[in-house]
């Protein structure tokens, strides 16, 4: 997929570049581009050095089960396929709870659990089921408490005040997830999305 | 507020840890060392989106676009800065991390944009790398409407980034 648009962006850039008279700059911009990109780098790694350092000591006090224990209830609610002892909601809780934090790492091994748990609830192997698709939905919409790599950029970038990045980013993702939430339970209406399966 | 809340992080977290009598320093290390093979590992990924969108950039490509896209991203009140962030963003993570890294490198961290760009990238997620692989561990093939769902998500998250930056940093621009 990468491959296509990687090529597709070259590619139109030398096109647009001779239509512009422009292709000697488009030139220049590879060097400059690259040598660009590695000096980031380097501005880049003292912050995030100190960011993910700062939240590995959050994550070592609990700051993961204890957002659970919050988050525990609203998906009982969220998931009424899933029974509340089942193991597939106490992954489905770590993993939202580590992505909330920005724990991304820490996220992805408790999702793939969560996955696998459910697929033990599933009667058509093969064939996505509610909980799944609601589960990747919220997953991939998820509220963000704390945008690490975010505040690391901006602070990077010379921002005076990084962490209002924090407010903003709390706001639009708890908007998108609401909206994922939303959509997940009317597409699940649609007949094209619940057609027999082989 | 921002100078309370960058207060709070750098020094409760380490004091709650010590009340929760955790050796915070050992944990700062470790998760230290993760944060540099992660800045690490972006390199080759950054060097490549960052050329490819430096000479798309030289080529007068957004000029062209901002003519045709121009008036209807300025009712929405979308910057065409963000545009390649917000139509990369399903598809890779690492190239959008590049293009958010480029944004902010060209505009400054205190720009409105750069704002805009790092709430973005905060409230969206890589859709179809994320379906790709937890529905692969199951071996799932029909994901009904998980797809639809997740771009629906994208796309509210972008348009509610938008309205929400220019409500709390209009005042950057």
Not at chain 1, 31 to 57: C, D, H, N, P
Not at chain 1, 133 to 151: D, E, H, K
Not at chain 2, 118 to 143: D, H, K, L, P, W
Request: glycine residues 8%; contains cysteine.
């Amino acid at each position: 997929m990468l491959n296509i648009i990687w090529l597709l962006l070259i590619g139109t850039s030398v096109v647009f570049g001779i239509i512009n008279h422009q292709i000697d700059a488009v030139l220049a911009a590879v060097t400059s581009s690259a040598k660009a990109a590695f000096e980031l780098v380097l501005g880049l790694a003292g912050i995030m050095v100190f960011w993910l350092g700062l939240m590995r000591i959050a994550e070592t006090c609990g700051l993961v089960r204890l957002i659970a224990k919050m988050l525990r209830p609203v998906l009982v609610r969220l998931f009424p396929e899933v029974p509340a002892e089942h193991p597939a909601m106490g992954e489905m809780v770590m993993n939202m709870s580590a992505n909330m934090l920005g724990l991304l790492n820490a996220a992805t091994p408790f999702g793939l659990r969560a996955m696998q748990a459910l697929e033990t609830l599933n009667p058509y192997p093969g064939v996505a089921t509610n909980p799944m698709c609601l589960f990747l939905a919220i997953n991939t919409s998820s509220i963000q408490l704390i945008p690490v790599t975010a505040i690391a950029y901006l602070a990077a970038g010379g921002a005076i005040h990084p962490t209002d990045v924090i407010a903003s980013g709390l706001l639009a993702s708890i908007c998108s997830t609401v909206a994922a939430i939303v959509a997940i339970k009317m597409l699940v209406r649609l007949r094209c999305f619940n057609k027999v399966y082989p | 507020m921002s100078t309370v809340l960058f207060l709070l992080f750098v020094v409760g977290i380490p004091l709650y840890g010590t009340y929760k009598k955790i050796n915070v320093f050992n944990a700062f290390i470790d998760g230290a060392k993760q944060g540099f093979e992660t800045s690490i590992a972006i390199v080759p990924h950054l060097v490549a989106m960052l050329v490819a969108i430096g000479m798309l950039r030289a080529s007068g490509f957004f000029d062209s676009i901002q003519h045709v896209l121009g008036p209807f991203l300025q009712k929405i009140g979308m910057p065409i800065d963000v545009l390649p962030l917000a139509l990369m963003r399903p598809f890779s993570g690492s190239a959008a991390n590049g293009i958010l890294v480029d944004i902010i490198h060209q505009h400054g961290g205190n720009a409105y944009v750069s704002y805009l760009a790092a709430t973005i990238m905060g409230s969206t997620e890589t859709t179809f790398y994320v379906i790709a692989v937890y529905f692969g561990v199951v071996n799932i093939r029909f994901t009904r409407h998980a797809i639809p769902a997740g771009l629906i998500a994208d796309f509210v998250g972008i348009v509610a980034s938008v309205i929400v930056c220019s409500y709390l940093f209009g005042y950057l621009r």
